[in-house]
């Protein structure tokens, strides 16, 4: 791997260094990452976020601390928080992969880790899609970022073949795809929302419904 620095990478660190501040305490151990897990899996991101970023003030490096508030961005309701989420998580998989492909979440497994992130990355695009679907966004730009959601689940792949995360995100990128060429799609200036809109945004995948997302993976699946 090239030792040159991606310039988003370092906007991310230095981001999260200023979310974080500087009036660390002492330094937490491994049980905290436990607790904000288990706000997350309860949807309590505001109680989990400070927690993670506290033991980020200690370890800027760890890489499953990343993964873990990049979890909670993405699943804010605040939309602008996906690109926060994005540089969380890829700066989660830069660790990842400096350290020699090892988990630092002790209850995943390397290979998924790897192959989660990368699923995660897929969401977080989904998502910014299917924001611009609902608000006109031009088709153009809405394939690209469903383009950047593929490769992001064909990385997943190579992570781990098989893994049963996978099939809901294709799906819910092709059924968005087959969205953008109907005429009565959510957005559509002749039509603000129709049937197929409704079904989208209603659908109660896996993989992109705002309430199953929010479900974190089996440890080691």
């Not at 260094?17 to 500087?22: E, F, S």
């Not at 605040?78 to 989420?85: G, I, K």
């Not at 294709?170 to 060429?181: G, M, N, V």
Request: aromatic fraction near 8%; charged fraction near 30%.
């Amino acid at each position: 791997m090239s030792r040159n620095k991606d310039p988003r990478l370092v906007l991310a660190v230095a981001l999260a260094a200023a979310v974080t501040g500087t009036a660390c305490r002492q330094p937490p151990g491994e049980e905290v990452l436990v607790q904000a897990e288990t706000l997350i899996r309860n949807q309590e991101y505001d109680r989990a976020v400070p927690l993670v970023k506290e033991f980020l003030c200690h370890y800027p490096d760890h890489s499953g601390a990343h993964y873990y508030l990049g979890r909670c961005y993405r699943d804010s309701t605040e939309s602008y928080w996906l690109e926060l989420s994005l540089g969380e998580i890829n700066t989660a998989l830069h660790f990842f992969y400096r350290d020699g492909k090892r988990s630092t979440i002790k209850r995943f497994k390397d290979e998924y880790f790897e192959m989660i992130c990368h699923v995660d990355v897929a969401k977080i695009r989904l998502k910014q899609a299917m924001y611009l679907v609902e608000n006109n966004g031009d088709p153009r730009v809405i394939g690209g970022i469903l383009d950047e959601a593929d490769s992001a689940l064909e990385r997943a792949r190579r992570a781990k073949p098989g893994a049963a995360e996978i099939p809901p995100g294709q799906e819910s990128i092709d059924e968005l795809r087959r969205l953008l060429r109907t005429p009565d799609r959510p957005g559509n200036s002749r039509n603000r929302r129709g049937p197929a809109g409704d079904r989208l945004v209603r659908s109660p995948s896996p993989f992109s419904h705002p309430g199953s997302a929010l479900v974190l993976p089996r440890a080691g699946s």
